[in-house]
Antibody, heavy 120, light 107 residues
Framework: EVQLVESGGGLVKPGGSLRLSCAAS????????MSWVRQAPGKGLEWVSS????????YHADSVKGRFTISRDNAKNSLYLQMNSLRAEDTAVYYC?????????????WGRGTLVTVSS | DIQVTQSPSTLSASVGDRVTIICRAS??????LAWYQQKPGKAPKLLIY???SLESGVPSRFGGSGSGTEFTLTISSLQPDDFATYYC?????????FGQGTRVEIK
């Protein structure tokens, strides 16, 4: 089955760190650009970060630049998001998403999401 | 950065109605626009890409049009399963962004 499964979410204090993972299966992960998209409770969708198939190109939203780092391990079919210096406004469901074409960041496959809560 | 703005924010309609949602970009994005449907507690689902291309498996009652700065999503005959929130998203360049969403409610 073609799917993405996120993990690593949880409750963290402001200023803390968390690492999200996304496990891909059912398709050739190494051929696709991948991204993280988040959704704060009751709010809309916000693009966070994207990475090309071979990790050559990496992009981050201004709201997370310098704090979050996207990476991938094609041998493990996995995508990651290292989140440092977390703030209350980072509280959201974080989705892993696949782009059907390299470097065209729209998303044809999504995971179910993992909830990150930043609170003291 | 390019911003996309949707209207209306909320839409009340009945089963069988024709529904149109508008998305405007702050500058030309050619046809680099996608539409998604999201139901409560679920991940978004891609409906339309490149402004007017229907994603595989999506019912033909969904249609997209437009180019440049103005785009529309049309549902030709609203079905019970279509009550949801819809988002447009531009992907021109390497800083994509989403519209604020349009909630389609039962009238």
């Amino acid at each position: 089955e073609v799917q993405l499964v996120e993990s690593g979410g949880g409750l963290v204090k402001p200023g803390g760190s968390l690492r999200l993972s996304c496990a891909a299966s059912g398709f050739t992960f190494s051929r696709y650009s991948m991204s993280w998209v988040r959704q704060a409770p009751g709010k809309g969708l916000e693009w966070v970060s994207s990475i090309s198939s071979s990790s050559t190109y990496i992009y981050h939203a201004d709201s997370v630049k310098g704090r979050f780092t996207i990476s991938r391990d094609n041998a493990k079919n996995s995508l990651y998001l290292q989140m440092n210096s977390l703030r209350a406004e980072d509280t959201a469901v974080y989705y892993c998403a696949r782009s059907p074409w390299e470097l065209l960041f729209h998303f044809d496959l999504w995971g179910r999401g993992t909830l990150v809560t930043v609170s003291s | 950065d390019i911003q996309v703005t949707q209207s209306p924010s909320t839409l009340s309609a009945s089963v069988g109605d024709r529904v149109t949602i508008i998305c405007r970009a702050s500058q030309s994005i050619s046809s680099w626009l996608a539409w998604y449907q999201q139901k409560p507690g679920k991940a978004p689902k891609l409906l339309i890409y490149k402004a007017s291309s229907l994603e595989s498996g999506v019912p033909s009652r969904f249609g997209g049009s437009g180019s440049g700065t103005e785009f529309t999503l049309t549902i030709s005959s609203l079905q019970p399963d279509d009550f949801a929130t819809y988002y447009c998203q531009h992907y021109s360049g390497y800083s994509p962004s989403f519209g604020q969403g349009t909630r389609v409610e039962i009238k």
